[in-house]
């Protein structure tokens, strides 16, 4: 599924997320009219209200009888642990990420957003009319939000009736009110690189253009390199807004696979699929982690196709530098060798807070830990099976 239109080039874009993630406190409440923070001791008062509740909502869910009777009757110990990780890992996504927007530095959101109108106004993108912005909020947000809302509801719907419990209590308490979060926030981590990614290709453009006259080159170098500079520390700022998260993450979306196929061991390979609602439950587990996961690779793929767009400024550098070498003109070659140390020095890489790099090799990193562990469950789920064929033979 390719939901890909024009980026807009404008920052003022941004806001159209923001006013609904500000909800979740997923994006800090900023106001972009006079690009600055706003009501900062009210959002740390809302987000300790939301912490609270999170931790109410864990600490209800510790204690419901019906949920302990069913985690301790019901499951296999792999599928235990799996709930327990998932479970866990979804509340240290949301308390991270509220505390991130609510009580950390608030600098480093000011620095992003100000180093994004800066860069727009020295490219004179302020004035541009984002004839396409319908389109994204079409595409990037209402039709994404909207399947990912159907699948949860149909998924909550099955385990509903399963469970014989009430819907509301099975949002709340099993951990798929923070799915919704993490998946509004990746969501909005990829709007913000992509808007990286489209003022990077802006300006190699830009780079390609002023080169093609000596006395228009001399005169904008300096301009390009404190663009380049700026464009760097964004990223930079972004990997120590997002870093963790991302871990975290990546650490829910493996997981999540390797309960999902899990799931599918426990109830085919076993041969208990004669359980009630069992293709139900299989259509809307595969449906909602299929859609998470093109949610990761699209993260992960912006921030590839910017670390590229990144890498190319400095490829089109010595490219230039190439036509320039037998140039006499000494001033010319001298910035040429400036804006190639200044690229070097500036060339910044999207990582999760030094923890490692990414890019689309992540990818296949996962896939090779989902398979080490699904062996792991596999090999736990024959054990248990085996004991639980013995003690039935034992007891007729």
Request: one cysteine or more; glycine letters at 2%.
């Amino acid at each position: 599924m390719s939901l890909k239109v024009q980026l807009p080039k404008d920052i003022k874009f941004i806001r159209y997320y923001s006013i609904y993630l500000n909800i979740f406190l997923i994006a800090p409440w900023y106001d972009f009219s006079k690009n600055t923070m706003y009501n900062p001791y009210l959002a740390k008062f809302y987000g300790t209200c939301l912490i609270l509740i999170k931790l109410l909502l864990i600490l209800w869910a510790s204690r419901d009888q019906e949920i302990l009777q069913l985690f301790s009757q019901e499951l296999f110990i792999t599928e235990k642990f799996i709930v327990i990780f998932l479970v866990t890992n979804l509340a240290l996504i949301y308390i991270y990420s509220v505390i991130n927007s609510a009580f950390l530095d608030s600098n480093r959101w000011t620095r992003l957003f100000d180093n994004l109108y800066w860069v727009d106004k020295t490219l004179r993108n302020n004035d541009a009319k984002e004839i396409y912005l319908p389109k994204r909020c079409l595409y990037e947000f209402m039709i994404k939000h909207v399947i990912f809302v159907g699948i949860l509801a149909y998924e909550l719907y099955v385990w509903g009736i399963f469970m014989n419990m009430p819907l509301y209590k099975i949002f709340w308490l099993t951990g798929y009110e923070d799915m919704y979060f993490e998946f509004l926030l990746v969501m909005f981590m990829a709007a913000l690189v992509r808007s990286f990614e489209a003022r990077y290709k802006i300006l190699n453009n830009e780079l390609l253009q002023v080169c093609l006259s000596t006395q228009k080159f001399k005169k904008e170098v300096k301009r390009i390199m404190q663009i380049y500079r700026v464009l760097g520390q964004n990223i930079q700022i972004f990997n120590e807004v997002f870093g963790y998260a991302i871990v975290l993450m990546l650490f829910h979306h493996g997981t999540a696979c390797v309960s999902c196929l899990n799931f599918i061991i426990v109830y085919i390979i076993i041969g208990i699929q004669e359980l009630p609602l069992f293709h139900h439950m299989l259509v809307a587990n595969l449906s909602i982690l299929i859609l998470m996961l093109i949610n990761c690779v699209t993260l992960l793929s912006s921030i590839s196709s910017t670390t590229a767009e990144a890498k190319k400024f400095l490829n089109l550098c010595y490219r230039i530098r190439e036509e320039f070498l037998d140039d006499t003109v000494h001033l010319l070659v001298q910035a040429l060798e400036k804006l190639i140390d200044h690229s070097k020095y500036f060339l910044q890489e999207f990582h999760t807070n030094g923890c490692f790099t990414l890019n689309k090799g992540i990818i296949f990193s996962l896939i090779a830990n989902i398979s080490t562990y699904l062996i792991i469950t596999i090999q736990l789920n024959e054990s248990q099976y085996k004991n639980m064929n013995v003690s039935a033979q034992n007891c007729s």
